[in-house]
């Protein structure tokens, strides 16, 4: 059974790990609540769409296979 190796900083043990992992935190660019709300309606809408896809899919599919096993 494989573990996830903790890597080893100069700090050295779990203590020195979470200290390193709170700077890079820091350095990250969060986005903006407006950018955030956009970037939503974004994943939402394209989950919309997929969703109309595939429901679009499945009715053909359904009806094809309705008409290859005679009407059924």
Do not use: N
């Not at 494989?2 to 790990?17: C, E, F, L, V």
């Not at 609540?33 to 009715?59: D, H, N, Q, W, Y």
């Amino acid at each position: 059974m494989a573990t996830t190796p903790i890597p080893k900083t100069g700090r050295g043990g779990i203590k020195g790990y979470f200290g390193e992992v709170t700077r890079e935190l820091k350095k990250v660019q969060w986005p903006t609540p407006k950018e955030t709300t956009r970037l939503t309606g974004v994943v939402l809408a394209v989950c919309g769409i997929c969703v109309v896809i595939m429901l679009a899919m499945s009715f053909v599919i359904t009806t094809l296979m309705g008409l290859i096993q005679g009407g059924r």
